[in-house]
């Protein structure tokens, strides 16, 4: 987690302190996307480093910086995990929000389920 995130977030809740929770909320949501608006695009940041790594590979092997490269690789590995870890909370937001209520699969069972009782019954 970015460290300013935590300084934006105390500082918006500090400041709504005697409003109700719902009003806390609303305004911490606000300024928190004012702060991510603020903030470069992780594409963009992945782009650079991709072309930082390259500038530093096309160099002759006696000219590269290995320790840049590898500060680099560990930097783009991190963005990488980011943008996994936020799909996958956006995939979970959509599935909580729409649902998978998964009717044919139901629908499939009780019929399996009824024809077996018929077939149990006669």
């Known amino acids: 987690m970015d460290k300013d995130y935590h300084h934006i977030a105390q500082t918006s809740w500090n400041k709504s302190s005697n409003r109700v929770f719902s009003q806390k909320l609303k305004f911490l949501a606000a300024d928190l996307k004012k702060w991510r608006k603020s903030k470069p695009k992780n594409s963009d940041l992945l782009a650079q480093i991709e072309n ?30 980011k943008e996994e870890q936020y799909h996958n909370q ?20 009780i019929v399996k389920k009824n024809r077996k009782n018929d077939y149990l019954s006669h």
């Open 52 to 81: 930082q790594i390259l500038d530093q590979q096309n160099l002759h092997p006696s000219q590269q910086d290995h320790t840049l490269q590898e500060q680099l690789h560990h930097q783009h590995q991190d963005l990488i995990a």
């Open 90 to 109: 956006r995939a979970k937001k959509n599935w909580a929000r729409q649902g998978d209520r998964n009717t044919d699969f139901f629908y499939r069972t």
